[in-house]
């Protein structure tokens, strides 16, 4: 059985720093796309970054303006997300998803974690 196990988040001042990560635990197929979608309250969901596995080519949301970072592990089939200079703006549950094929801006895959939530104070 395949699960997202999340690790990471917390809070942090605004310009901090968090990481989190995310591993496909139980998935043995190299064949698989990552990423992060958030959700602040009252708001629908939206993408973060996602990479995928195979390629390395990764997609960000508009808002991310430079500021994080999503990278791979591929040997632990684990990517991890590096965010800087934090806003309260930025303040949401993060959900790590996955896909065999894609993941997109509205266009999520089957697989998600449990969220961990992210909290900026200004």
């Known amino acids: 059985q395949v699960q997202l196990v999340e690790s990471g988040g917390g809070l942090v001042q605004t310009g901090g720093s968090l990481k989190l990560s995310c591993e496909a635990s139980?998935?043995?197929?190299?064949?698989?796309?990552m990423g992060w979608i958030r959700q602040a309250p009252g708001q629908e969901r939206v993408l973060v970054a996602a990479?995928?596995?195979?390629?390395?080519?990764?997609i960000y949301g508009d808002f991310v303006k430079g500021r994080f970072t999503i990278a791979r592990e591929n040997a632990k089939n684990t990517v991890s997300l590096q965010m800087n200079n934090l806003t309260p703006e930025d303040t949401a549950v993060y959900f790590c998803?996955?896909?065999?094929?894609?993941?997109?801006?509205?266009?999520?895959?089957?697989?998600w974690g449990q969220g961990t939530q992210v909290t900026v104070s200004s």
């Open positions: 998803n996955a896909d065999e094929i894609r993941i997109t801006h509205g266009q999520w895959g089957p697989l």
């Open positions: 139980g998935y043995t197929s190299s064949r698989l796309m």
């Open positions: 990479i995928s596995l195979t390629s390395g080519n990764t």
